[in-house]
């Protein structure tokens, strides 16, 4: 059995057939749905598992309560990833008590017909629901990521079982590090909610927390401030790396050469972190975690149909959903006869925070030129003094 303290235990699984996570984040390293028992007088599991993995999760469960029932199933978050399973879970133990906020049981209501309340134990923020030695307390962690997203804190054993925060996308069984795919995770997710991050991870910051166990990803058991320091971070808004990521569309070649050009310029300037993505062929959450990482963001399109090209309008518009910020920005436009990029990149931009626009832009005509490699040049120059 899989035991993260005494008697709390993982129940949890991997899916590695899963394509697309919510439809559209590529996981070629499969995705964990997690799920914990705390077993002592009452027993509480922690959250049900994703709609295809009913049986296994149910048979996991049933080897960690060798016979016994369990008495609470609290719902931290219910987005199907974790809450599709209640209703089974509720017809194999009858009697069984649901444990969530106002919101967690309107959404029950709403996905399974029926609330499940009469008998359930409807929580307030920091109340207080004792196992036998165990006791739990509830910190509501409104749109981290939905708004009913509550975590739930053991006092006895210091575990946070924190909903989606600092999950990962990956199945448990990958061997990858945490941190790009977790930072992925978030600026997917919870980009656009760093206020609301910002308001848990202060409420948590009274607490001793000796485990996290998320709803994906592995039991972060150690090193806990490196985790909660990055959300911070992140939640912040606050750029990770000093360095220069250069997101480019190409359709000739021309913009692309430009870009790399300029990739080269700031290395031979002494730049020492510098990322080049091809927007067009670049998995876009990738590109979106990766231009919260750096410091400065580089955007190089064609113009197409008076507009960018269309791959840079999405990842345009993900930055600023997702509230882009405090960082500098530096454009090359090309258009053969009007170019318009520019311009429609700094629209695009315009309600983001505290961004800073380079003094420089590259203008492209068609192909580079003597006169647009100068312009080039000098933003080298200006980009590499900054960093
Ligand atoms: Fe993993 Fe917001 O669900």
Known sequence: MNAITDDVYYVGVNDRKIDLFEGMYRVPNGMAYNSYVIMDEKIAVLDTVDANFTEEWLNNLDRVLSGRKPDYLIVNHMEPDHSANILNFVKKYEGVRLVGNQKTFVMIADYFGNDFKEGGVVVKEGDKLSLGKHELTFFFAPMVHWPEVMMTYDLTSKTLFSADAFGKFGALDCDEDWEDEARRYYFGIVGKYGVQVQAILKKLAAYDISAICSLHGPVLKENLAYYIGLYDKWSRYEPETKGVMIAYTSVY????????????????????????????????????????????????????????????????????ERNYQNRTVAVIENGSWAPMAAKVIMTKLEKCKNLRFARNTVKILSALNVESLSQLSDLADELAEEE
């Open 253 to 320: 070649g021309h913009t692309a050469k430009a870009a790399k050009l300029l990739a080269g310029y700031l290395s031979s300037r002494g730049v020492k972190e510098i990322a080049v993505y091809d927007l067009a062929r670049s998995d876009r959450s990738e590109c979106v975690a990766e231009a919260f990482r750096y410091h400065t963001l580089v955007l190089a399109s064609t113009t197409y149909n008076a507009d960018v090209f269309p791959p840079m309008r999405e990842f345009l518009d993900c930055l600023a």
